[in-house]
Nanobody, 128 residues
Framework: QVQLVESGGGLMQPGGSVRLSCAAS????????TGWWRQAPGKEREFVAA????????YYANSVKGRFTISFDNTKSTVFLQMNSLEFEDTAVYYC?????????????????????WGQGTQVTVSS
């Protein structure tokens, strides 16, 4: 089992920045792949970004590419999402998700079913 706890959300202004953190505990000695997902009110949960701990390979949704950066600190078993140039449309609950870094992760990183563990989420609100 892997437990995930997100932090860092809050109320931000358009154009601002925020960094979300996801602390993983439990079976983190297993090589993991972790992703960030978000769900806006009335919308389906959507993929934001993912990273493979084994290689550092990253994946991004087109809507955040160039604005968001996913990274991790292996020594702290923590994944980060640096969010810059925030837009109103970035308002959502952001969820951290994780799965064993399987060889075929690149084929399903954008699918919810590819992740075995989920955090409780942290709210990010972009408002002026």
């Amino acid at each position: 089992q892997v437990q995930l706890v997100e932090s860092g959300g809050g109320l931000m202004q358009p154009g601002g920045s925020v960094r979300l953190s996801c602390a993983a505990s439990g079976r983190t000695f297993t090589r993991l792949a972790t992703g960030w997902w978000r769900q806006a009110p009335g919308k389906e949960r959507e993929f934001v970004a993912a990273i493979r701990w084994s290689s550092g390979r990253t994946y991004y949704a087109n809507s955040v590419k160039g604005r968001f950066t996913i990274s991790f600190d292996n020594t702290k078993s923590t994944v980060f999402l640096q969010m810059n140039s925030l837009e109103f449309e970035d308002t959502a609950v952001y969820y951290c998700a994780a799965a064993p870094d399987r060889a075929d992760f690149s084929g399903y990183y954008y699918q919810q079913r590819g992740y075995d563990y989920w955090g409780q989420g942290t709210q990010v609100t972009v408002s002026s």
